[in-house]
């Protein structure tokens, strides 16, 4: 079993198991977890593994322990807006205001010359629309890096991509899918990008092109029972791609509403389990 050596007086060690190091770790507010990144490069590196991340956050979230992210934009010249500065708070029902700042205002991509654009958000983490695309943790200011396959696809015929961030439960991973023009054979695929493994792959042709009147912003997408659905609206069909599968279907629409009154899409479906 893999120890942690810590160094308790200046003539003594205690060996202790990496399990329990991380066990004790996950316990600890957000604030405290990051100072121990000083402590040491093993430290730093558990600190931010996805492992401890994923254990930090069930707890967070089974007791009821929220993260806000505030972050002041301003308008560039071109290509989006520019993230001038984070601040990140803890819920702590302790506080009189039942907030906690766990890190003061910083300015994390102060050097660059080009707009940022948030594309999506799970968990805490931001898809940013740099070049190549990242997956930002604003917590420990790490950023994970796309294959060039994925980036030189999307940026060829720009503002066409559409994404989808979510985490898949079934695998215990995050999961960024993207819908990218295919010019050459004059269509579109869905490429998905597992955080974990660091791997790319094309899952399959988009079965519709984009003048079929398809809803595929990542606004419209909605989520149901396990797949991501967005609706051809043309004929009423739905196009729904599995996210545990990694394939996608097509079915008719019931023809059972009134086309002049037709609400929000996004608000007449719902999940069946």
């Known amino acids: ?6 160094r308790a007086t200046m003539s003594s060690t205690i060996s202790l198991p990496l399990d329990i190091v991380t066990d004790i770790l996950r316990c600890l507010p957000v604030k405290s977890l990051l100072r121990f990144r000083c402590a040491s490069q093993t430290w730093r590196s558990l600190v931010d593994s996805s492992y401890l991340v994923k254990l930090h956050l069930a707890r967070s979230i089974e007791e009821n322990k ?3 992210v505030f ?3 301003s308008k560039g010249v071109e290509d989006g807006s520019f993230i001038d500065s984070v601040d990140i708070y803890a819920v702590d029902d302790d506080k009189d205001n039942g907030l906690i700042q766990i890190k003061q205002r910083f300015q994390p991509f102060k050097s660059r010359k080009r707009g940022t654009r948030i594309l999506g958000s799970c968990n805490g983490m931001l898809v940013l629309d740099h070049k190549p695309l990242e997956i930002w943790n604003p917590l420990t200011e790490k950023c994970y890096t796309l294959p060039a396959q994925s980036s030189s696809v999307v940026y060829r015929h720009g503002f066409s991509f559409r994404s989808y961030f979510y985490y898949d439960a079934s695998s215990n991973t995050h999961k960024l899918l ?3 023009p295919d010019l050459v054979r004059d269509t579109y695929e869905l490429q998905l990008y597992n955080l974990e493994t660091d791997h790319l792959t094309t899952v399959h042709r988009w079965p519709l092109e984009e003048d079929e009147g398809c809803l595929c912003e990542p606004e419209d997408f909605v989520l149901v029972n396990g797949a991501v ?4 609206t043309w004929d009423d069909d739905l196009v729904a791609f599995d ?3 990694d394939e996608y279907y097509q079915f008719q ?4 509403h009134d086309d002049a009154s037709w609400p929000g899409w996004d608000e007449c479906t719902t ?3």
Request: glycine share 4%; proline share 7%.
């Open 271 to 273: 999940s069946v389990h």
């Open 1 to 6: 079993m893999p120890q942690l050596i810590v």
């Open 253 to 256: 629409f019931p023809d059972v």
């Open 178 to 180: 993207g819908k990218v």
């Open 243 to 245: 996210l545990r599968t």
């Open 66 to 68: 929220l993260m806000i």
């Open 71 to 73: 972050i002041t934009t």
């Open 229 to 232: 659905v967005c609706w051809k």
